[in-house]
């Protein structure tokens, strides 16, 4: 069975950076394309980033553009997300989430098959 664990997030002042990670077991990490999402209080999940199994392409939401960094490394069955500048409206609990297909860990519907039980980041003012 799949299964993926988060860890890395943390309380950060705004402007700091934190870096994420997501580990893979039970199946190859290179298996699956991978994704972040996040659920702030209140609000539905939401795409954040995604990497194809390569780790060749990959795509974020507009709000994290030039400051979040996603990576895998599959010799590790790990996944990373490096967040700089970070800014209170990045508090969240951010999840990882894997699947077979790009189309699934990408974008506003995230129906990827594997979840993580997600991790709190915190970013004060």
């Known amino acids: 069975q799949v299964r993926l664990v988060e860890s890395g997030g943390g309380l950060v002042q705004a402007g700091g950076s934190l870096r994420l990670s997501c580990a893979v077991s039970?199946?190859?990490?290179?298996?699956?394309?991978m994704g972040w999402f996040r659920q702030a209080p209140g609000k539905e999940r939401e795409f954040v980033a995604a990497?194809?199994?390569?780790?060749?392409?990959?795509e974020y939401t507009d709000p994290v553009k030039g400051r979040f960094t996603a990576s895998r490394d599959n010799a590790k069955n790990t996944m990373y997300l490096q967040m700089n500048s970070l800014k209170p409206e990045d508090t969240a609990v951010y999840f990882c989430?894997?699947?077979?297909?790009?189309?699934?860990?990408?974008?506003?519907?995230?129906?990827?098959?594997?979840w993580g039980q997600g991790t709190q980041v915190t970013v004060s003012s």
């Open positions: 989430a894997a699947d077979a297909l790009f189309s699934r860990v990408v974008g506003g519907s995230p129906t990827a098959d594997h």
């Open positions: 039970g199946r190859a990490s290179s298996s699956y394309a």
């Open positions: 990497i194809t199994r390569s780790g060749g392409m990959t």
